[in-house]
Nanobody, 115 residues
Framework: QVQLVESGGGLVQPGGSLRLSCAASGSMDSFGDMGWYRQTPGKQREVVALITNNGVTNYVDSVKGRFTTSRDNAKNTVYLQMNSLKPEDTAVYYC?????????WGQGTQVTVSS
């Protein structure tokens, strides 16, 4: 049974930083793309950042230059470093992983950017 467990969310002031972590049960070598989505009430879940198994990254335009995703396959962990946070980054953030034809999701972690 594959599980993705996020941690690191919380409340931060505008301009601050947070780092999200996503620990995968089992080996991440079998995962292809991994990354992060976010969702706010009443809106569809949107992709934030994706990273391939060989480290190629893609970001939604609104976070380019501020967020960085990385993965450490030896530790079975994916990270999202979020800098210069804005109130509009407030959302529940979900870890994502694709293995073959299957998509896996974490339970979500709340990120709130507010003064």
């Amino acid at each position: 049974q594959v599980q993705l467990v996020e941690s690191g969310g919380g409340l931060v002031q505008p301009g601050g930083s947070l780092r999200l972590s996503c620990a995968a049960s089992g080996s991440m070598d079998s995962f292809g793309d991994m990354g992060w989505y976010r969702q706010t009430p009443g809106k569809q879940r949107e992709v934030v950042a994706l990273i391939t198994n060989n480290g190629v990254t893609n970001y939604v335009d609104s976070v380019k230059g501020r967020f960085t995703t990385s993965r450490d396959n030896a530790k079975n962990t994916v990270y999202l470093q979020m800098n210069s946070l804005k109130p509009e980054d407030t959302a529940v953030y979900y870890c994502y992983g694709r293995r073959g034809i299957y998509n896996f999701w974490g339970q979500g972690t709340q990120v709130t950017v507010s003064s």
